[in-house]
């Protein structure tokens, strides 16, 4: 591959834009790449905070009446482990590939709206440190992160616990609501000549569902929210039976968002298992169509099954049985998605590589949570599996061996292409086994101990239910699962160390981000390419007998990209105070929101009159 | 050839996968655990059982092929990087049709009965059954009996074959009760009644806990449903039925009737415990009032008020645990519970009295005559 050239292209390119380095070039940065890159590292870091927080929840349950930890540490612990994954760990990871990637497989040279891109990182950024900062001030949320009413009342929980809980997530949903904006536009618009919808790859293809979903999910966990503030704040009554209000309603409401969710997090790993299969066994995916549909469909059904969360709550006959069934049709398109990744492999020429063992890794537990998913769509036996360490085993099956399994075949498929530098691939299949083992160590046993009657949120057991073997087992598991982390770390320290040169395409891959240098220059395509085909890259490649074109020596001198600004970072900052004042209501706190909301305004002010380059 | 040494050295990079398995498996039986739900002991519970009994058959047999078919696909399509590019294939309508039908007739197969289960299990009992009242407490369950006109707390009596249909609510937040032996779950709230329903078929004692997050101490919110004979359940209620208020008869209950309960319970009276005369019953009944406990706890089954904080104590003296599953009953463990409840259930709404080891001792007397 044209090494030189593409050093040449570097060197001219630092020459045409400056050389963007520093505190304040991330700072104001617009572009998609960087933005990637922020959302990554800073997901990573809360997903390692989420994995503390678990080891500390597995220490406490590794013995019977343990007191490791107070119930109430325990309680604010499992909460915060829950939010931090959900929120600050598996969406916004989601977020680091959508950012990165979808410009570049759509053959873009940036999203539609490059500073709402940075503004949502900061508000996301702003959402994930508010909501840490209960710890600081001893307040962490405390409720569980679906933070059932009427607990959450102020009745039942004084102090600050729940407001933080409550404003941090309504800052993170401006956020995902902001990106889902952005990319939905990104995709809709800004595809290079010739994509069409049904040639675009499957990983722009989930995500596009993705945030279809984040759209229509996210406003009413904001008015839940809201809600709830006005009911801990202002004296309603929405949720307090007391003044005429319904408990249930905040159930409801949770769960027509927190279904959707659940696909939220996972139709983007779907996505990249997608696409890290072909590349590896060297042949197309597998019914392409059926796949979109499959995932159109499940996002539609989506929000037809929440009630399936809420069984135990004897809604009567008829409604049980229309969210039984619409649960169970959710399973075919899902079942349609598996053969299709297997139909995928079969006939392959498979070459083991790391990412394809953790997109093979995510199939096969993926399978196992999505089959005790259809043994809870059937209430009379969810009578017994709900709220038990069966339905913690299931969607940690789900979460980690399918979100997390799929970010992480992600993270080594695009590292070369987002950091320049190859992953070691040994260590890679050390932290793949690591993973693999310490995770079904970890939650397999789940699945007895909860048909055995283990509930979920218990801070403690007493000995003598039976329950210790399994818990001890479970907390090994757990250190295993975290050592295998300690790998992809040292792993990424390692090669971040040598030199930065992976090719532009390491993987014969089929997708538009291979044919440009890794890392990619500030303007992704030197020439926006023209698609013909699905697979673009391979059928470019097959044209010239199996090799890249050599890339155009573009100066990047009259390539046209939004100008850095620090307005989207004064903006977050206005969002995040004028939420945060309610904290400190009635007191200071309407003063902070006003501050904030002038800050907010100002920088929207100058946002919108700013050159844009 | 594809499948030989490396295959065999692939599965046996698997070996500790296997043999965690196998301990896992080990652990298994429902038998190492009383609280399991895998040996229901009502009719009720049996409908839920069959169902998930199908669908775990299926899931299995579902299980082994899939994953079967990924381990062949990974063993038997091993490229090597300079392998020609093998044939691309991109679908097969046929294949799609079927692997789309399979999933959807087993899904039916799952749905019927499914459906017949929920109707099953949302029928009305009919009238001959025993109604009980359940209300859910931060964090302890409190049981009436409308037709018998008897209160009590944790520990849920209820006669072996004949059906038991529970009406429940929460005095504050949702909490769930969980029977694991019995049956389902059913979520209480403060603003709607809930229902559940079973038919004991044996004798014995079966744990069950809340399964709602209700709170700082939602772990420790265990009861027990024992599960007697019908005269032994006749005797109990009618013992339970002579723990009246003063007014109405001599407190606390006579000692006949504590013979009664401990031949009727299968709790042994743990110690001879003192009567009414005893010098120690006597500080401990003063200190029952004097001390604030009255305020919070009843003494008395029969009629008992309603809207109390703390459990009714009318029979604390015969139970097998305190605070709801936290403490085993015995003399030590009341005592130490008394003096220090916040110590042992952080966040408890009992508040620690400053009780005395010489006033708990008075106080574990009286409570221990309450049989």
Redesign the interface.
């Known amino acids: 591959m044209a090494t030189s050239a593409i050093d040449q292209q570097r060197a001219h390119a630092a020459a045409a834009h400056g050389d963007k380095t520093g505190l304040w070039s991330w700072l104001t940065t617009v572009d998609h790449k960087r933005i990637g890159i922020l959302y990554g590292s800073t997901a990573f870091i809360f997903f390692l905070m989420g994995g503390i927080e678990a080891l500390l929840l597995r220490i406490q349950l590794g013995s019977p009446d343990n007191t490791f930890l107070?119930?109430?540490t325990?309680?604010q612990l499992f909460t915060m482990h829950g939010t931090t994954m959900i929120f600050l760990g598996i969406m916004p990871l989601s977020a680091a590939f959508f950012n990165f990637m979808i410009p570049l497989q759509i053959g873009a040279r940036d999203v539609a709206f490059p500073r709402l891109n940075a503004f949502s990182y900061w508000v996301f950024l702003a959402g994930g440190l508010f909501l840490n900062a209960s710890w600081i001030v001893g307040a962490a949320p405390?409720?569980?992160w679906f933070g059932?009413a009427?607990?959450t009342s102020r009745q039942?929980s004084p102090g600050m616990h729940v407001d933080f809980w409550m404003l941090g997530l309504q800052i993170l949903g401006i956020a995902s609501l902001a990106a889902a904006v952005n990319f939905f536009v990104t995709i809709v618009n800004m595809r290079a000549p010739g994509m069409r919808l049904m040639r675009m790859p499957m990983f722009t293809w989930m995500s596009f569902i993705t945030q279809v979903l984040l759209l229509l999910a996210f406003p009413v966990i904001t008015v839940a929210l809201v809600l709830l503030m006005f009911d801990r704040f202002f004296g309603t009554h929405f949720y307090v039976?007391?003044g005429g209000g319904?408990?249930?309603l905040w159930q409801h409401f949770f769960w027509i968002f927190g279904h959707p969710e659940v696909y939220i997090l996972i139709l983007p790993a779907f996505g990249i298992v997608s696409e890290v299969l072909p590349v590896f066994?060297?042949?197309?995916l597998?019914?392409?169509?059926?796949m979109v549909f499959s995932g159109v469909f499940i996002a539609f059904l989506g929000f037809g099954v929440w009630a399936h969360h809420m069984f135990?709550?004897?809604m009567?006959?008829i409604a049980?049985?229309f969210f039984?069934?619409s649960t169970?049709?959710i399973?075919?398109p899902t079942?349609?998605k598996?053969?299709?990744w297997?139909?995928t492999?079969?006939?392959?020429?498979?070459?083991?590589k790391t990412p394809m063992y953790f997109a093979?890794g995510f199939?096969?537990m993926f399978?196992?949570g999505g089959?005790?998913g259809?043994?809870h769509?059937?209430?009379?036996?969810?009578?017994?599996?709900?709220?038990?360490y069966f339905v913690v085993a299931h969607f940690h099956y789900v979460m980690f061996g399918g979100s997390i399994f799929g970010l992480v075949a992600g993270a080594y498929y695009w590292w070369p292409k987002m950091s320049g530098h190859v992953l070691d691939d040994t260590l890679g299949k050390l932290h793949f086994?690591l993973m693999?083992?310490g995770f079904?160590?970890t939650f397999?046993?789940m699945h007895?101990l909860g048909?055995?009657?283990?509930?979920?949120?218990?801070?403690?057991?007493?000995a003598?239910?039976?329950?210790e073997?399994?818990n001890r087992?479970e907390t090994v598991?757990s250190f295993i699962l975290a050592l295998s982390f300690a790998v992809f770390l040292y792993n990424i320290f390692k090669t971040s160390r040598g030199p930065r040169n992976a090719p532009a395409d390491p993987w014969n891959g089929a997708t538009l981000e291979w044919s440009i240098p890794s890392p990619p220059q500030e303007w992704n395509f030197a020439e926006v390419p023209v698609v013909h085909s699905r697979d673009a890259l391979w059928e470019v490649k097959r044209e010239r007998g199996g090799k890249l074109p050599e890339p155009p020596h573009v100066s990047g001198a009259g390539i046209h990209l939004p100008n850095p600004s620090y307005w989207p970072l004064v903006t977050a900052i206005g969002v995040l105070m004028t939420i945060a004042g309610v904290l400190a209501f009635p007191h200071i706190g309407p003063w902070v929101s006003i501050v904030g909301g002038l800050v907010l305004l100002f920088g929207v002010f100058k946002w919108a009159f700013e050159p844009a380059g | 050839m594809l499948l030989g040494t490396t295959a065999i050295r692939r599965l046996g990079?698997l070996a500790?996968?296997l043999c965690?398995?196998a301990?896992?498996l080990s652990?298994?039986t429902?038998d190492?655990?009383?609280?399991?739900?895998?040996r229901p002991l009502s009719d009720f519970?049996r409908?839920?059982?069959d169902?998930?009994t199908t669908?775990?058959k299926?899931?299995v047999v579902?299980?082994v092929l899939?994953?079967g078919?990924?381990l062949f696909?990974?063993f038997r399509?091993?490229?090597?990087?300079g392998?020609?590019?093998?044939?691309?294939?991109?679908?097969?309508t046929t294949?799609?049709i079927i692997?789309?039908v399979i999933?959807?007739l087993i899904?039916a197969a799952?749905?019927v009965?499914?459906?017949r289960?929920?109707?099953?299990?949302?029928a009305t009992p009919g009238p001959d059954a025993l109604e009980v009242q359940i209300i859910g407490h931060?964090w302890w369950w409190e049981f009436r009996y409308p037709s018998l006109n008897v209160t009590t707390a944790n520990e849920l009596h209820v006669p072996v074959g004949r059906t038991v249909s529970l009406k429940m609510r929460t005095a504050?937040?949702?909490h769930?009760f969980?029977n694991?032996r019995i049956?389902?779950?059913?979520?209480v709230?403060?603003?709607?009644e809930?229902?559940?329903w079973f038919k004991a078929e044996q004798p014995g004692e079966y744990?069950g806990?809340?399964?709602?997050?209700?709170?700082?101490?939602?772990?420790?919110m265990?009861f027990r449903v024992e599960a007697q004979m019908p005269e032994e359940f006749q005797a109990w209620s009618t013992h339970m039925q002579s723990l009246k208020a003063p007014a109405a008869a001599a407190a606390p209950a006579p000692a006949d009737s504590v013979h009664t309960a401990s031949a009727g319970a299968t709790v042994p009276s743990q110690n001879p415990s003192p009567g009414p005369g005893d010098p120690l019953y006597a500080t401990g009944e003063k200190l029952f009032m004097t001390k604030g406990c009255v305020g919070c706890h009843s003494l008395v089954a029969y009629q008992a008020p309603q809207g109390m904080v703390g459990p009714n104590l009318a029979n604390v003296g015969a139970r097998t645990y305190i605070a709801a599953?936290t403490l085993k009953n015995n003399d030590e463990n009341l005592a130490h519970w008394i003096m220090n409840p916040q110590g042992i259930k952080?966040?408890v709404l009992m508040p620690n009295l400053g009780v005395k080891p010489e006033e708990a001792k008075a106080l574990v007397a009286f409570l221990r005559a309450h049989q």
């Open positions: 107070s119930p109430e325990y309680n405390d409720t569980g059932y009427n607990l039942f039976p007391s319904d408990p249930l066994s060297r042949k197309p597998f019914g392409y169509a059926a135990a709550t004897g009567g006959p049980d049985t039984s069934l169970m049709l399973a075919i079942g349609v598996i053969f299709n297997l139909g492999v079969w006939g392959g020429s498979v070459q083991y093979l199939i096969a399978i196992i089959l005790s259809v043994m769509a059937s209430p009379p036996a969810d009578l017994q599996q709900t709220d038990s086994w693999l083992i079904n160590v397999f046993p007895i048909l055995n009657g283990m509930p979920r949120r218990v801070y403690t057991y007493p003598g239910l039976g329950f073997t399994l087992i598991g | 990079r500790p996968v965690v398995l301990l896992v652990g298994c429902p190492h655990y009383p609280q399991t739900a895998l519970g409908i839920g059982d169902i998930q669908t775990l299926w899931a579902v299980f899939v994953e078919a990924l696909a990974i399509f091993r490229g090597k990087p392998d020609p590019e093998p044939k691309q294939v991109h679908g097969n294949v799609e692997w789309t999933p959807a899904l799952i749905a009965p499914t459906v289960g929920i109707f099953e299990t949302n931060q504050d937040v949702i769930s969980w694991p049956g389902g779950k059913r979520d709230f403060p603003n709607r809930t229902r559940l744990p806990q809340c399964a709602e997050f209700c709170g700082i101490q939602h772990g420790r265990a599953g952080q966040g």
